[in-house]
């Protein structure tokens, strides 16, 4: 079964899975605190086709050095 897709202004805490399409309209890196050349994560706001906007992160599990 497909999941339908949702507006950024639906999600609540009931689901852990959300369907949705998105345009990024910022990104940023978040280096290591503990080695600044070391990346941490990737901060993202995400806009939906209405407009309503959310960030996220994207936590980086591997070693990236920039």
Do not use: C, F
Not at 23 to 30: A, D, G, I, K, S
Not at 40 to 61: N, P, T, Y
């Amino acid at each position: 079964m497909e999941m339908a897709v949702k507006d950024v202004s639906d999600i609540n805490p009931s689901k852990e899975s959300w369907k949705l399409v998105v345009r990024v309209t910022h990104l940023w890196h978040v280096p290591s605190y503990n080695n600044p050349s070391e990346l941490h994560s990737i901060g993202l706001v995400l806009m939906d086709e209405k407009g309503d906007k959310i960030q996220a992160s994207i936590k980086i599990s591997i070693k990236m050095t920039y």
